[in-house]
């Protein structure tokens, strides 16, 4: 079956501009998760999505917003874009997502590339 | 609080030869545990999963991993290496509670050359 796919896979904006990222779960997926990955910080967990609300939230200011529809699709905004928001960000997706005594593995998306110009 | 080490950032090897990519983890409840592999500008793919019962693991393209849980270690290892394993690897733990996110080990990138 289909994995997950993120569109677009490369973006370039300036500081002060708005972006939105966009990922498909697999299918028969309910949870989204999204991690920024940068060369100093590694990987690093935004939030949770699971059936449209978010169930978990990073340590990220509130620059970094996100939704998911009913279809599961999710979408991530990041406003005021600063320099450091340069990153590949990293959807995945899995059946039940952060619950108790979850054995749920996450399949990841391949990124999308944001730079800050 | 969890965290994830990776002890070696870089680890170059000759092609056939065997490789251990080491990972420690600290956490105060039980946790699962994880290797990912990323190629370049690919996301993350599943190496193998340590969720319960025997404490060798074994994954895909041949590479196996031990959980030890006095040493809360979780050492990857491949017996003989190739070129196309070259990559960047990551050891991920996620605690066994509720409303809690994979936690990522820096990474290790593992090169593999003639």
């Known amino acids: 079956k289909a994995g997950v796919t993120q569109t677009p896979r490369y973006l370039i904006k300036t500081r002060g501009q708005q972006v939105t990222l966009s990922c498909s779960p697999i299918?028969?997926?309910?949870?989204v998760s999204w991690y920024q990955q940068t060369p100093g910080q590694g990987l690093q967990f935004l939030f949770e999505y699971f059936s449209e609300t978010q169930r978990n939230k990073g340590n990220f200011p509130g620059r970094f917003s996100g939704r998911q529809f009913s279809n599961s699709r999710s979408e991530m905004n990041v406003s005021t874009l600063e320099l450091g928001d340069s990153a590949l960000y990293l959807c995945a997706s899995s059946r039940r997502g952060m619950i108790a005594e979850s054995t749920d593995t996450q399949y990841f998306g391949p990124g999308t590339r944001l730079t800050v110009l | 609080a969890q965290s994830v080490t990776q002890l070696d950032s870089q680890v170059p090897v000759f092609e056939e030869a065997p490789v251990e990519l080491r990972c420690n983890y600290s956490?105060?409840?039980?946790?699962?545990l994880f290797w990912y592999v990323q190629y370049p500008n690919q996301g993350l793919q599943l190496l193998l999963k340590?969720?319960?019962?025997?404490?060798l693991v074994k994954g895909i393209n041949g590479f196996e991993a031990e959980f030890n849980k006095s040493q809360t270690s979780f050492h990857l290892r491949k017996p003989s290496v190739h070129i196309s394993d070259t990559a960047e690897y990551f050891c991920?733990?996620?605690?066994?509670?509720?409303?809690?996110?994979?936690?990522f080990g820096k990474g290790t990138t593992l090169s593999v050359s003639s």
């Open positions: 340590y969720l319960s019962g025997s404490t």
């Open positions: 299918s028969g997926h309910r949870s």
């Open positions: 956490s105060s409840v039980s946790v699962y």
């Open positions: 991920a733990v996620i605690p066994n509670q509720a409303g809690t996110a994979l936690i």
